[in-house]
């Protein structure tokens, strides 16, 4: 089982920036990859990046490339995502995720493990 917890989430004027952090406890993730999703009020849940584990591999979503990065740290067990430039658009209540393989898959169903999600209010 591998438990993940969200934090530093918030409000935030358009053009600003906040940090996401993801720390994970049980299992080894050394085999996994891990990405960020989020969801909008009566919205499906997206895709928004994915990092193996190693940080080899990193994958984002056409609409926010070039302005998040994901990264991890191994020594704190935890997986971040900065967010630069955001626009009220990218308001939405944010997840982590895990899933036992190392492929990056955007597809929310391809992931075993989740957060209880941190939300992200990104004023005009």
């Known amino acids: 089982q591998v438990q993940l917890v969200e934090f530093g989430g918030g409000l935030v004027q358009a053009g600003g920036s906040l940090r996401l952090s993801c720390a994970a406890s049980?299992?080894?993730?050394?085999?996994?990859?891990m990405a960020w999703f989020r969801q909008a009020p009566g919205k499906e849940r997206i895709f928004v990046a994915a990092?193996?584990?190693?940080?080899?591999?990193?994958n984002y979503a056409d609409s926010v490339q070039g302005r998040f990065t994901i990264s991890r740290d191994y020594a704190k067990n935890s997986v971040y995502l900065v967010m630069n430039n955001l626009e009220p658009e990218g308001t939405a209540v944010y997840y982590c995720?895990?899933?036992?393989?190392?492929?990056?898959?955007?597809?929310?169903?391809?992931?075993?493990?989740w957060g209880q999600g941190t939300q992200v209010t990104v004023s005009s």
């Open positions: 995720a895990a899933r036992t393989a190392r492929t990056l898959l955007p597809d929310p169903g391809s992931y075993e493990y």
């Open positions: 049980g299992r080894p993730l050394f085999n996994n990859a």
């Open positions: 990092t193996t584990w190693t940080g080899t591999n990193t």
